[in-house]
């Protein structure tokens, strides 16, 4: 019986349809991790510009395909105490969300990582508290073109849920 491909670095790959439905699963499997589109972080005063692609929303944003409205802190006395107790919120807020992964955190920003429940795709989350009372926010899909409005609709959905605390003025 002739070897199968990748038998000289100690793998085999099995025979036939099961062998091809292997190599497309683990290549679904690897293209969906992908890597953030930007580099994620704050620069230059800011988060990074989405591509040109629908599929990322950001409070910074100068089109409107892509942008958000910004996330405004409620402090309910105005102080600093308020507002650092609201950005709080905020994180805590982020921390549990389902299927989700803080990758950094600073005292004004935070990045997470979030997977999608079927096909494992990740996005990237992130929140920047620009001034005291202000949260900038952008989410974006690492691959694909289109991610059928679901950025938008997890910073809308995170917007209403910080409303819901008393956290946050609605959008």
Do not use: K
């Not at 494992?120 to 005291?132: F, G, I, M």
């Amino acid at each position: 019986m002739a070897e199968r491909a990748g038998s000289e670095r100690g793998f085999r790959l099995p025979p036939g349809r099961a062998g091809a439905q292997a190599l497309a699963v683990a290549m679904l499997v690897a293209a969906c991790a992908g890597s953030p589109r930007g580099e994620p972080g704050v620069r230059a005063g800011g988060l990074a510009p989405c591509p040109a692609s629908p599929n990322c929303v950001s409070s910074q944003a100068r089109d409107a395909s892509h942008r958000v409205a910004s996330i405004r802190l409620r402090g309910t006395a105005g102080t600093a105490a308020d507002f650092d107790a609201a950005w709080h919120g905020v994180v805590r807020s982020l921390r549990a969300l389902p299927r989700s992964r803080v990758v950094a955190e600073r005292d004004d920003y935070l990045h997470v990582e979030v997977t999608s429940a079927l096909m494992r795709y990740v996005d990237d989350l992130e929140v920047w508290r620009r001034s005291p009372g202000i949260v900038e926010v952008r989410s974006a899909s690492r691959i694909g073109y289109s991610d059928m409005g679901v950025n938008r609709g997890r910073v809308e959905a995170l917007r209403a849920a910080l409303v819901g605390q008393g956290l946050a003025e609605p959008g």
